[in-house]
């Protein structure tokens, strides 16, 4: 499985970006989809995630701000950030995970989010 994320870069704050993350490979349809960011010096943490059927989940820092969402037939997930804050300065990583007995976990190769003050 390959996870391909474009996007990102160098916003000021109070702007917007979008995120957006396409997988391949031999997926199961049952599926997470989400993103995780890691700042400098900090634990990667968890921004988002959907299921294959819809549902979401976002952490507190960015309710409100972000909304995720996926489209199932291109194993594509999306991230529309609104509002962004310098705070929101991260490295972004796709994330891709399912359960067939044992749990499958992929990771993509990142992407730069800079938000400037």
């Known amino acids: 499985v390959q996870l391909v994320e474009s996007g990102g870069g160098l916003v000021q704050a109070g702007g917007s970006l979008g995120l957006s993350c396409a997988a391949s490979?031999?997926?199961?349809?049952?599926?997470?989809m989400g993103w995780y960011r890691q700042a400098p010096g900090k634990q990667r943490e968890l921004v988002a995630h959907i299921t294959s059927g819809g549902s979401a989940n976002y952490a507190d820092s960015v309710k409100g701000r972000f909304t995720i969402s996926r489209d199932n037939a291109k194993n594509t997930v999306y991230l529309q950030m609104n509002s962004l804050d310098p705070e929101d300065t991260a490295v972004y990583y796709c994330?891709?995970?399912?359960?067939?007995?044992?749990?499958?976990?992929?990771w993509g190769q990142g992407t730069q989010v800079t938000v400037s003050s």
């Open positions: 490979g031999s997926i199961f349809s049952i599926n997470v």
């Open positions: 994330n891709l995970r399912y359960h067939i007995s044992y749990t499958y976990n992929f």
